[in-house]
Each structure stands twice: as structure tokens, then as C-alpha cells.
């Protein structure tokens, strides 16, 4: 693949505006709470004596786990904005908009570039809303703002979106490293059991993407091989989502002992921790992928339907993408053939993963 274009900022404001309170809005899902996390340390460095608050869904919030320089995490009610219980969700909804316009926030930025997002900057009455033109601002989102970032060209990974957005205000973002991750102690000595530098395999993704898969047996069939050629285990891992585990189980028994399951994670923060002491991760699209490149882990990535130019992987961490073009990828919709997926032979999988961690190794 070929690096991803860099952003063009058309429009950046002459000099940073002055803000003493500034509202960060990303509302979901967690891998773009994740990835919107790397631009931040350029509006912390921007703005170092101001109180940054980030806007977030309750279910993506544990994505901020570990961040450095926030100063507060406010949770949007996911239940709220589903109106099943219409006079319950306005209740929560009012109160969380009173708290927000208590605060008097003087700048609001707007990653995600939605109705729903520019809507609660609009209604916590803040008086600086920055977002996107309609290049990048969906469904008229675009109305609710004072000032529009022109970012170009249309089609670009995250990660270049979100920087643009900070360099919009005058700020400077690094993709060189990932940002840094503070993570607790009692979250590093839950995972001191498990060997150093193993190789950590994600055969899931959320529910509704179940079609960006890999087959559970090429996981098994890696693990094998790749202990074969570098000696090293492979952690297999598994999240909440209905039959993860099983599927890790199955892929652990399959693989002739090369493979172990990963304990249960008691947080995101446990999680970060298995990841930051593993040699390698492989998987498909996913929030896990992400968090491996947030622990600054190689990742050999697993895309099929994915779009690869707005999903390109975070350029500051050592990285594959495998893809082939099968004629109707990217899609976001899959079928049950995922030819896309299927493309992806376990050859092209431990080529990659030793071109990452054992350059000096042949491949056969």
C-alpha cells in the first residue's frame, strides 16, 4: 500500500484563538475515540494551562483509558438518544446540556463531524464551535458551526482528518510516535503472568462487522507457523462481544499448542497492558487493532472490506496492511462469501510478520 496523502489545510486561522475551556467532541465508536486520541497532545501543547473536557458516548469512553493531559471525561448516555423511553432520555438529555453550558466552554472541536455532535457543542451554547466543511461534515452538521476547517483531499485516513483539525487552530501534531499512556500499576501486575513478547492474535470485531473476519483456522494455522519460525507463542484475545471467546477457544485448541487464551481483562487498561508487552498483533479492523498501535505494538493488519485510505494504520508505529482487490471492496454492508477476506492467505500473513519482527529470517 501506498503511504496515505497528506492533509491540505485550506483556510487555517491567522493565530490560535484564546480559550481557557475547551469542549473535545468525538462521541463513538471506540477505534475513532482511539484514533482521534493521537492528535490531541497537539491541542493539549496548544492550549497547556486550559481545562480540556472530551465529549463521549458511555460506551466508547473507555477508549480515553490512559490519556495524558485530559482533564475530564463527560458521558453521553448512549440509552438518551434512542427515544424508547422518550420523557426519561430528555430528562437525562437536559441535564447533561445544563452541565455542559455550567461549565462555559469558550471552544468547542469538533472531531466527529455529525448532526448529533455539532448539535451539543450548538446547544451547551458555545460560543467558538470548530468542525469541518462539507468535505467532512455529514448529515448539514456543518450549519451548527462558527468556524469550518477546509480540509483536503475528501477521501483521507483519520489520522490526517484529526490532525488538520488541530492544525486548523494554529496547533502542531506529531505522527511520528504514538502519543503517551499512563496505565495504573494494579493494570500492569494483572498481566505479569503472561510471557514477554508474544505474539497477540484478535480473531474478533464487533457484532455488526462480523464480515471483517479472518477464518478462525488460519488464525490456528498462523500460530503454528509463526512459532515454527521465531519460537514465540501466541496470545490469542477475546472482548465481551457474544462468542469471542469461544472462537479464541477454538482457535487456541486448534493450533497444536502453539497458541494460549488470553486471560479476561477486568478493563481497558489491563487490556493496553497485555498489548504494550507483546512482539506483534495481528487482527482484522477493529478497536483492538487500533489499541495495539496506542501501545506503540507493530501490527500486521487484516483488511478486506475496509477502506484502506480512511482506515490507513497510524503511520508511527511499524506496520502491514494486507489487502486484495477483489473488485467490490470497500464496502461497509459485507456478504457471507468475504472474498475479500478469504484473499488473505496465511503465507502473505507470516511473510508480513516476520518482515516486522525477524527481517533476518527467511521466508520461505
Given at each position: 500500500m501506498n503511504p496515505p496523502e497528506p492533509a491540505q489545510l485550506l483556510n487555517p486561522l491567522s493565530r490560535p484563538p484564546r480559550a481557557e475551556r475547551i469542549l473535545v467532541i468525538r462521541l463513538g465508536a471506540l477505534g475513532d475515540v482511539v484514533r482521534t486520541r493521537f492528535a490531541f497532545p497537539g491541542l493539549r501543547a496548544l492550549y497547556p494551562e486550559a481545562r480540556i473536557d472530551w465529549l463521549v458516548e458511555d460506551r466508547a469512553a473507555v477508549g480515553l483509558t490512559g490519556i495524558v493531559g485530559l482533564d475530564g471525561v463527560i458521558e453521553v448516555p448512549r440509552s438518551a438518544l434512542r427515544w424508547h423511553r422518550p420523557l426519561d432520555g430528555w430528562r437525562r438529555l437536559s441535564q447533561l446540556l445544563a452541565e455542559l453550558r455550567a461549565t462555559r466552554y469558550d471552544l468547542a472541536l469538533d472531531f466527529h463531524g455529525i448532526l448529533k455532535s455539532s448539535l451539543f457543542a450548538w446547544q451547551a451554547r458555545v460560543p467558538m464551535r470548530v468542525g469541518y466543511d462539507g468535505a467532512f461534515a455529514r448529515e448539514g452538521s456543518e450549519r451548527f458551526l462558527t468556524h469550518r476547517a477546509a480540509v483536503r483531499p475528501a477521501h483521507l485516513s483519520r489520522f490526517e482528518r484529526n490532525a488538520a483539525l488541530v492544525r486548523f487552530l494554529g496547533g502542531r501534531v506529531s505522527l511520528a510516535a504514538p502519543p503517551a499512556l499512563e496505565l495504573p500499576e494494579p493494570a500492569r501486575r494483572a498481566v505479569e503472568g503472561l510471557p514477554q513478547n508474544a505474539v497477540v492474535l484478535h480473531p474478533g470485531t464487533s457484532a455488526s462487522t462480523r464480515?471483517?473476519?479472518?477464518?478462525?483456522?488460519?488464525y490456528a494455522s498462523l500460530a503454528e507457523r509463526l512459532r515454527e519460525r521465531i519460537g514465540a507463542p501466541s496470545v490469542v484475545t477475546w472482548g465481551p462481544v457474544e462468542g469471542e471467546r469461544e472462537c479464541a477457544e477454538w482457535v487456541v485448541k486448534r493450533?497444536?499448542?502453539?497458541?494460549?487464551?488470553?486471560?479476561?481483562?477486568?478493563?481497558?487498561?489491563?487490556?493496553?497492558?497485555?498489548?504494550?508487552?507483546?512482539?506483534l498483533f495481528v487482527g482484522g479492523d477493529s478497536g483492538p487493532l487500533h489499541l495495539?498501535?496506542?501501545?506503540?505494538?507493530p501490527v500486521v493488519a487484516l483488511f478486506g472490506p475496509t477502506d484502506p485510505t480512511e482506515n490507513a494504520l497510524f503511520p508511527g508505529v511499524p506496520s502491514r496492511m494486507l489487502r486484495q482487490d477483489v473488485g467490490c471492496n470497500p464496502c461497509r454492508r459485507g456478504c457471507p462469501a468475504r472474498?475479500?477476506?478469504?484473499?488473505?492467505?496465511?503465507?502473505?500473513?507470516?511473510?508480513?510478520?516476520l518482515g516486522l519482527v525477524a527481517p533476518d529470517i527467511p521466508v520461505d
Open positions: 464480515y471483517k473476519r479472518w477464518d478462525p483456522e488460519r493450533a497444536s499448542g502453539a497458541a494460549f487464551l488470553a486471560p479476561e481483562t477486568a478493563s481497558l487498561a489491563e487490556f493496553l497492558a497485555l498489548l504494550s508487552r507483546a512482539r495495539a498501535c496506542l501501545a506503540g505494538v472474498s475479500c477476506m478469504q484473499s488473505v492467505s496465511v503465507e502473505e500473513v507470516v511473510k508480513a510478520a
